[in-house]
């Protein structure tokens, strides 16, 4: 287990862009010095035309978005990396210490405003992968029609107003990223775990499901793009936000995409979770004469007992470990269809009232270490899911399929699951990830198919073809 903490002193619009997910962390640093101080205003400036996509525009942008609202945040005042089982409770432990010296004024008040860390961590306690909280300079948020500022320094000479907020985001977003066009000479090639590979742990997978051995295993595998010029993040984020309305876009420190899964939102003392299980490709299934696509897509999915069967398993695993940190717990009493532009999902939303714990709810971060991972990318039983995952997909996971989201000072924050998503592992390298539910029956051919499916939207946004 490694852990390093760095802050920086960070000028506005002075950092470089921010380090690729696949590059070492930077080198231990022993504690920021002097005291974090930081002021929210209200920011009455959001374009209202496309929110907080407007503020895409650079590729080091770190953000969280759906439907033109959530979280951009610029720059860097401090970071903390940890691996191995212990990284949530480090990483916990750190945001704690860094707020209890801190001087906020925060003049707005509720979920994202003060002091946000940015948030990403490795599926595995066995990853290699450094799970990091990055804290921006400059954060703009936008929840409806409230939308804020926030300013963080540890320039103890600094002033701290809406002006100097301002100032400091006009640098940031001063230069904007370039853009780039889609090359024949871009390429898609296998990665760690080539098709054949995938079929034959599905089959295995399928085998030791009729031993008896677990009831539902994930299984994942990677493809890689190599780009003939770099990658343009901030035009692929923009992309994925503006097709993927349904979905949370994230960018974290070179983990990118746009997940349709909630692993675990807390807001003032409740907490909800999407849970998605059962997958429908949308562009193989044109033909259903007759009928139209939501009721094809509710007889296919809903109307599948296998489906259900891999649905339920997916619900039961959150719900178990969600239950003892709640006081109530609401769920659909039948899973519903997701609509996405390349896929439906079975999809059931959970509710539940926080138990306060000595008058203190759990924190977000907390629950998603609670609840991850979910049967939804792992299996049940999860130990031996786990196991298994590691003996069969014979890839580190990194961030993919692990919490990726944020949370604010006081534990309110959203973890989605990073799925559909990818790793800038250099400007002209990116890693793509996706995995499928096995239960008895899955057909290797047909989970292979359903992962080019979940590959789509980061191919589509990259500007490239299968
Ligand atoms: C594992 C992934 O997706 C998960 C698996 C699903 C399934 O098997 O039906 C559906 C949604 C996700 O919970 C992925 O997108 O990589």
């Not at 590729?59 to 212990?86: H, I, K, Q």
């Not at 692929?236 to 876009?249: F, H, K, M, Q, S």
């Not at 003392?269 to 299980?277: C, I, M, T, Y």
């Not at 003996?391 to 949370?407: F, K, N, S």
């Amino acid at each position: 287990m490694t852990s390093a903490l760095s802050p920086s002193s960070g000028l506005p619009g002075t950092r470089p862009a921010a380090a690729a997910v696949g590059t070492a962390p930077e080198a231990a640093d022993p504690s920021p010095s002097g005291t974090l101080r930081g002021i929210t205003v209200e920011w009455p400036a959001v374009p209202d035309t496309q929110g907080l996509l407007e503020y895409l525009v650079r590729d080091d942008v770190l953000c969280w978005v759906r439907r033109e609202g959530g979280l951009a945040g610029f720059g860097e005042v401090a970071r903390f990396t940890a691996s191995g089982p212990d990284r949530f409770q480090q990483a916990a432990a750190w945001w704690r210490g860094l707020q209890s010296g801190a001087d906020i004024e925060n003049q707005v008040g509720g979920p994202g405003t003060g002091p946000v860390a940015f948030g990403s961590f490795a599926f595995s306690y066995t990853s290699a992968h450094q799970s990091r909280l990055v804290v921006p300079e400059v954060l703009v948020g936008l929840d409806g029609d409230r939308a804020w500022l926030t300013y963080l320094t540890y320039d103890g000479d600094a002033h701290l107003s809406a002006a100097t907020a301002e100032a400091a985001l006009a640098a940031w977003v001063e230069e904007i990223s370039v853009e780039r066009s889609p090359d024949p000479a871009d390429s898609l090639v296998p990665g760690q775990v080539s098709e054949q590979a995938y079929m034959d742990a599905v089959a295995a997978g399928v085998e030791r499901i009729q031993a008896g051995h677990l009831s539902k295993l994930v299984v994942a595998r990677d493809v890689v793009a190599n780009l003939s010029t770099p990658i343009a993040t901030a035009q692929v984020l923009r992309e994925l936000a503006a097709r993927y309305t349904d979905c949370w876009t994230y960018s974290v420190d070179g983990l990118i995409g746009s997940t349709p899964e909630m692993l675990i939102k807390v807001e003032n003392n409740v907490a909800r979770a999407r849970v998605l299980a059962g997958t429908l490709d949308r562009s193989r299934t044109q033909n259903h004469a007759g009928e139209s696509d939501t009721d094809y897509a509710q007889r296919v999915l809903a109307g599948s007992e296998k489906q259900r069967h891999e649905h339920q398993i997916a619900i039961d695993s959150l719900t178990r470990k969600l239950e003892p940190f709640t006081t109530a717990m609401t769920s659909h009493s039948e899973p519903f269809v997701l609509e996405l532009p390349n896929v439906w999902h079975l999809a059931s939303d959970v509710s539940a009232e926080l138990a306060q714990d000595g008058g203190q709810p759990p924190s977000s971060l907390e629950l998603a270490e609670a609840v991850h991972p979910t049967a939804a990318v792992c299996g049940t039983p999860t130990e031996v899911a786990g196991a298994l995952i590691r003996e069969l997909e014979q890839m580190d996971r990194g961030p993919y399929a692990g919490p990726v989201g944020w949370t604010d000072s006081v534990g309110n924050g959203e973890w989605g699951i990073a799925l559909r998503g990818a790793v800038v592992e250099s400007p002209q390298q990116v890693r793509l990830y996706a995995g499928c539910g096995v239960v008895d029956g899955s057909d290797p051919q047909a989970e292979l198919a359903e992962t080019w499916a979940k590959f789509r939207p980061m191919i589509e946004a990259l500007g490239l073809r299968r």
